[in-house]
């Protein structure tokens, strides 16, 4: 006896600790995980009108046709049933079909893209209530969140108010990534060089839990943070208070060295933000002289630059009084550029000059924001 308990010891103990989780997918506080919880609910019973009686009939076929039972009956020319085929298939296409109507229901209703249309179940969104923008940038190993409209920026540290929508926006500086605070919504990807979206609603003020759900690294099971969902006017508080703080500006250059990858980052306030910042790392040009994603892509859908490149990039000059010169020896003027394309309308007969590469046109571009080697 004293062996088969110490046996039954380490699955009590897996017990005990199990019964500390916090179900919080099953908890939410929010309106969009509430109908998250729902749908998971509805499918979870869905299946079980299939998986209970199987299970229940397996038990019930073992006991009936024991061999000790001489009272079943035994037909071993038995083949086929009618009623029971119409049974077995009928049933799982009818719980097939309530689960695909479910789903693209849900699917729908719940696109992460789609703007909020209610608060909760009793309460639609009020007309012309804007939401509260918050831009989530993934990095090594912290998240960065931006209050555009607030005009500041924290690190591990969101705090929203509560019944007001909220509109994320997410992209990562390095890997791809995933945010999730399970009392809230579903968790949503943050990859780099991408935005996606996210619209949400907490309706339960407090702390919540939120991190990673998407391995990225040695500093992943650190990358967590604290979603604080408080009264409007605790919110309007806090804004103040991190506006009037001594956080400082967040910057291209401040951006750059708080990018470098770290562990266990204590929460951090920022006073002020740089208002692009954020369209400048979704775009991947937040380092100085580095082209944008976009202008990449403007150039590959105008040809490219491609074999033309050897007469059409240039240094840039200015043309004045009808003589080209330089801008300066060393200048960031000296940086070559893609005439053709940086120009945004290429005049006719304008003054040429022959360069190691052949002739260019001799006249001042408006410029990407990076270069084109």
């Given at each position: 006896?004293?062996?088969?308990?110490?046996?039954l010891?380490p699955?009590?103990?897996?017990m005990?600790?199990l019964?500390?989780c916090?179900?919080?997918?099953l908890n939410?506080?929010g309106d969009?995980?509430?109908?998250?919880?729902?749908?998971i609910?509805?499918?979870?019973?869905?299946m079980?009108?299939?998986?209970?009686?199987v299970?229940?009939?397996i038990f019930?076929?073992?006991w009936?046709?024991r061999?000790?039972?001489?009272k079943a009956?035994?037909d071993p020319?038995?083949?086929?049933s009618?009623s029971?085929e119409?049974?077995?298939?009928t049933?799982?296409?009818v719980?097939?079909?309530?689960?695909?109507?479910?789903?693209?229901v849900s699917t729908?209703l719940?696109d992460?893209?789609?703007p909020l249309?209610r608060?909760d179940a009793?309460?639609?969104v009020p007309?012309?209530?804007a939401?509260?923008e918050v831009?989530?940038v993934?990095l090594?190993?912290?998240w960065?969140?931006?209050?555009?409209?607030?005009g500041f920026?924290?690190v591990?540290?969101?705090?929203?108010?509560?019944d007001?929508?909220?509109?994320?926006r997410?992209?990562?500086?390095s890997v791809m990534?995933?945010?999730?605070?399970?009392?809230?919504?579903?968790?949503?990807?943050a990859m780099?060089?991408m935005v996606t979206?996210?619209?949400a609603?907490?309706n339960?003020p407090g702390?919540y839990?939120?991190?990673?759900?998407?391995?990225?690294?040695?500093?992943?099971?650190d990358m967590?943070?604290?979603?604080?969902?408080?009264?409007?006017a605790?919110f309007?508080?806090?804004v103040?208070?991190t506006r009037a703080?001594?956080?400082?500006?967040?910057?291209?250059?401040?951006?750059?060295?708080l990018?470098?990858?770290?562990i266990k980052d204590a929460p951090?306030r920022?006073?002020?933000?740089?208002?692009g910042?954020?369209?400048?790392i979704?775009?991947?040009?937040?380092?100085?002289?580095?082209?944008?994603m976009s202008e990449?892509?403007?150039l590959?859908a105008?040809?490219g630059?491609?074999?033309?490149?050897?007469?059409?990039?240039?240094?840039r000059?200015?043309?004045?009084g009808g003589?080209?010169?330089?801008e300066?020896v060393?200048h960031?003027?000296?940086r070559p550029y893609?005439?053709?394309f940086?120009?945004p309308s290429?005049?006719?007969?304008?003054?040429?000059?022959?360069?190691?590469a052949g002739?260019?046109l001799?006249?001042?571009p408006t410029?990407?924001?990076?270069?084109a080697?």
């Open positions: 006896m004293s062996r088969k308990i110490l046996r010891l699955l009590m103990a897996i005990a600790l019964t500390g916090k179900l919080s997918i939410p506080s969009v995980a509430v109908q998250q919880r729902d749908l609910v509805a499918s979870t019973v869905l079980l009108i299939i998986v209970v009686p299970l229940l009939l019930y076929f073992a009936r046709y061999a000790s039972n001489t009956k035994y020319d038995w083949y086929h009618t029971l119409v049974l077995i298939w049933a799982p296409l719980i097939i079909v309530a689960l695909g109507a479910l789903t693209w729908h719940l992460p893209y789609r249309a608060i009793a309460r639609p007309e012309g209530v939401p509260i831009d989530v993934a090594d190993w912290k960065l969140f931006i209050y555009p409209q607030q920026a924290t591990n540290e969101l705090a929203v108010p509560v007001v929508p909220i509109q994320f997410l992209s990562a500086s990534n995933t945010l999730s605070v399970p009392e809230m919504a579903g968790m949503i990807y780099p060089g979206k996210l619209h609603v907490m339960k702390d839990h939120g991190f990673s759900g998407h391995y990225s690294g040695a500093g992943f099971s967590r943070f604290t979603m604080r969902a408080m009264p409007q605790d309007d508080r806090w103040a208070e703080g001594q956080g400082g500006n967040l910057g291209r250059e401040e951006y750059l060295t990018a470098r990858p770290s951090r920022f006073a002020s933000v740089d208002p910042l954020f369209g400048a979704a775009d991947q040009c937040v380092e100085p002289g580095r082209m944008c990449m892509a403007r590959d105008r040809g630059i491609g074999p033309v490149a050897a007469i059409n990039t240039a240094t000059r200015v043309h004045a003589v080209a010169r330089r300066g060393g960031e003027s000296d893609v005439l053709d940086c120009t290429r005049p006719t007969g304008l003054p040429t000059e022959t360069s190691e002739p260019v001799a006249l001042a410029p990407l924001t990076g270069t080697e």
